[in-house]
């Protein structure tokens, strides 16, 4: 009942922010505005005082808008005041093998030190995670198994975990049966299983640019080729461009993140993903499809899977709850289609079997319905978050600096100017202890020299504030 009325609260003081932010976007509300009293806003809305003050903090933590003391709220923010977006990548003329491991070691054992101000992980707070929700269902697996989780859990994966996932699948429009999941370490694996069910080494496999560098590796650890497909930065890959590639480089298969795109933040209309699942079906070519950002939206509803429209079993969906939920679980899963046996197959020979405990554990807390309670909370922090910072670089950058819109995940794709050498302004942050993503790690050619990802995975604090500051200080400085 608690539950309930939380969420109803909550609702009511969301709809009247969510009134006001649209007024701010339609200039309607413009900068240095003065807004209703809360009192006033109470009264005209017939809203408690309470939910009044609760729409004018909603709106005052993503930056929207102000308390003057003394004074009342004003405008802060409108979209006006923010950077274009990326321009997006010509395509490579090559389908080439893959070699990028050195660079991104070297970025990643320079992130290992102490204090430094990381925004190049994509993954969240550990701040935004139920943590004693998750220890309780931790506990009560436990409890619960005759062997205390000590025991090999099936290869497929734990029936319970299986179903739970059957019913998320719920949201994006898929009747999967615990039958037709495979539990994986992580999506990764999930991904590297799939990817070895459908090719075979020398062969060419179609990605996006940029894409997820461990994707890079997962080809390269299987002796793949690659073709990197142009990806716009809000429409996702360009379907007619890859439908003219597939014959000019015997593609295989394709692998493509089409629901929040790492780095890039894109996510493809759903009409275009069926697009593209009915092109490759005709072409009999199997789309791996990695929807681990799939369920971190800030729309209105969760977008569908390229799996939805799945008719003939080539779409192998890939997901996990490494972003969403636990990061160290490492627990994930595929729904491989046609290629289940296959996928099946390669597990018991790569891994045998998935953390007992861990399963349980999410399975646990996935049957309590506390899942989707805390994807709202997340949704919403990571959309202010995003937010802000999508302020802080527009404030602090040059002006003719780059940046992206995305409407989920955890993403920021900034390009700069083409003096600029994201690699090298890596190392440079590196000495005021501030860690970022520089583009060349998301290609296989080691292009967006210009460019960097900036995870926003972190609330906004003084500390966040400070080292977008300097970064953007470092770039109009840059020698």
């Not at 806003?41 to 005082?49: A, C, D, P």
């Not at 990548?89 to 050195?102: F, G, H, K, L």
């Not at 802080?392 to 003719?400: K, L, M, N, R, T």
Request: glycine share 6%; hydrophobic share 35%; net charge positive.
């Amino acid at each position: 009942m608690k539950d309930v009325l939380e969420v109803k609260t909550e609702h009511k003081y969301t709809e009247v922010a969510e009134r006001i932010e649209s007024l701010i976007e339609k200039k309607v509300l413009k900068v240095g505005d003065k807004l209703l009293s809360v009192r006033a806003l109470s009264k005209e809305q017939g809203i408690s005082l309470s939910t009044a003050f609760q729409a004018y903090y909603l709106l005052e933590s993503k930056g929207l808008i102000e308390a003057r003391p003394q004074s009342g709220y004003y405008v802060k923010y409108s979209r006006e005041h923010i950077l274009d977006i990326p321009q997006v990548c010509e395509p490579s003329d090559d389908a080439v093998p893959v070699s990028v491991d050195d660079m991104i070691n070297s970025v990643y054992n320079d992130l290992n030190a102490k204090g430094v101000t990381n925004f190049s992980l994509a993954t969240p707070s550990i701040k935004l995670l139920p943590t004693a929700k998750l220890n309780k269902a931790a506990l009560q697996a436990i409890r619960e198994s005759p062997t205390s989780c000590l025991n090999y859990e099936n290869v497929q994966g734990n029936a319970m975990l299986r179903k739970q996932i059957a019913r998320q699948a719920f949201n994006w429009g898929g009747t999967p049966s615990e039958d037709d999941i495979v539990v994986t370490a992580g999506a990764v694996e999930a991904m590297s299983l799939c990817v070895k069910a459908v090719t075979k080494p020398g062969d060419t496999v179609a990605i996006e640019t940029p894409t997820y560098y461990a994707i890079f590796q997962v080809m390269e650890s299987h002796g793949l080729k690659v073709v990197e497909i142009p990806t716009d930065p809000l429409l996702g890959i360009d379907i007619d461009y890859l439908e003219q590639a597939i014959p000019r480089f015997d593609i295989k298969a394709c692998l493509f993140v089409n629901n929040f795109n790492n780095p890039l933040g894109s996510c493809m209309p759903d009409d275009r993903k069926k697009k593209l699942v009915d092109m490759l079906a005709k072409k009999e070519i199997p789309l791996i499809e990695d929807d681990i950002y799939g369920e971190l939206y800030f729309g209105k509803t969760r977008p569908k899977t390229c799996k939805t429209f799945d008719k003939k079993g080539l779409v192998l969906h890939c997901a996990s709850f490494s972003k969403s939920l636990a990061p160290g679980y490492r627990i994930g899963w595929t729904i491989p289609g046609k290629f289940k046996e296959r996928v099946m197959r390669l597990k018991r020979m790569h891994s045998v079997s998935t953390n007992t405990l861990t399963q349980a554990a999410v399975a646990n807390f996935l049957s309590n319905g506390r899942y989707e309670l805390h994807l709202r909370h997340l949704r919403k922090a990571l959309h202010t978050q995003s937010l802000r910072y999508l302020q802080a670089v527009s404030e602090y950058f040059p002006d003719d600096t780059r940046v992206t819109r995305p409407q989920g995940g955890f993403t920021l794709w900034i390009e700069m100017n083409k003096k600029v050498n994201a690699f090298k302004l890596h190392k440079r942050a590196l000495k005021h202890n501030i860690g970022i993503a520089p583009g060349q790690i998301f290609s296989t050619q080691g292009r967006f020299e210009n460019c960097f990802r900036l995870s926003y995975g972190a609330p906004w604090n003084e500390q966040i504030e400070e080292g977008i500051k300097t970064l953007g200080k470092l770039v109009r400085d840059w020698k």
